[in-house]
């Protein structure tokens, strides 16, 4: 089954504790992107990457890092999580840059006390 | 930059029809999209258009105006499933921005019998 994966899928953490949110596709695009979702906010990117490799930042990239070592993963890393990044977090991906549909992940929601 | 601006909220009557508004101002124009999102799900992909127009997909269709900055998004014979929040994004433009998506608010639209 085609689908994107996260996990986990709830987490809380406290303020501080680096932590990892994984993101993996099996549909072998090569766009992957991660959003966050704020009430009042709407969905924001923060990070996208077009191929392997190659990163870039969106809207709110600053307190997260991500990385492309291989075209089905796109791990999302919090060095330092502080409360204001609690957020529903989704990953998603397309077959190339975003010309068409993009398949979301199911989310994680993440609370940092 | 680029903001998006959608109505919050609207109301409507299982079996009618109600048309979802997305204006824009942006520095460039590279795409429009329209995503569906059930409450606690992820979002799922509705249109993509590029060009002037309307285009129909079933029940749901969507319009863009790029000269006006404008789309909307048609939903005819409304059913109860159709509750949901209805986002636009629109994807950036230029070197180093067509992996972006800005995402408006999103309208929730609940139907009712």
């Known amino acids: 089954e085609a689908q994107v994966t996260q996990n986990p899928r709830y987490l809380i953490t406290v303020t501080g504790k680096k932590l990892t949110v994984t993101c993996s596709q099996n549909?072998?695009?090569?766009?992957m992107s991660w959003y966050r979702q704020d009430p009042g906010l709407g969905l924001r990117q923060i990070y996208y990457?077009?191929?392997?490799?190659?990163?870039d930042k969106g809207d709110v990239p600053e307190g997260y890092k991500v990385s492309r070592k291989e075209k089905r993963n796109f791990p999302l890393i919090l060095e330092s999580p502080s409360p204001n990044q609690t957020s529903l977090y989704f990953c998603a991906s397309s077959l190339f840059n975003p010309q068409g549909e993009q398949y979301f992940g199911p989310g994680t929601r993440l609370t940092v006390t | 930059g680029q903001n998006i601006d959608q109505p919050t909220e609207m109301t409507a009557t299982e079996g009618a029809i109600v048309q979802i508004n997305c204006t824009y101002q942006t520095s460039g124009f590279n795409g429009l999209f329209w995503y569906q999102q059930h409450a606690g799900e992820a979002p799922t992909f509705l249109s993509y258009?590029?060009?002037?127009g309307l285009e129909e997909k079933g029940r749901f269709s969507s319009f863009l105006s790029r000269s006006k900055g404008y789309s909307y998004l048609l939903l005819k014979e409304l059913q109860m499933k159709d509750s949901a929040s209805y986002l636009c994004?629109?994807?950036?433009?230029?070197?180093?921005?067509?992996?972006?998506?800005?995402f408006g608010q999103g309208t929730t639209l609940q139907v009712k019998p």
């Open positions: 994004a629109v994807r950036g433009y230029g070197s180093g921005n067509t992996g972006k998506l800005i």
């Open positions: 549909m072998n695009h090569e766009y």
């Open positions: 990457s077009m191929n392997v490799e190659v990163t």
């Open positions: 258009n590029v060009l002037d």
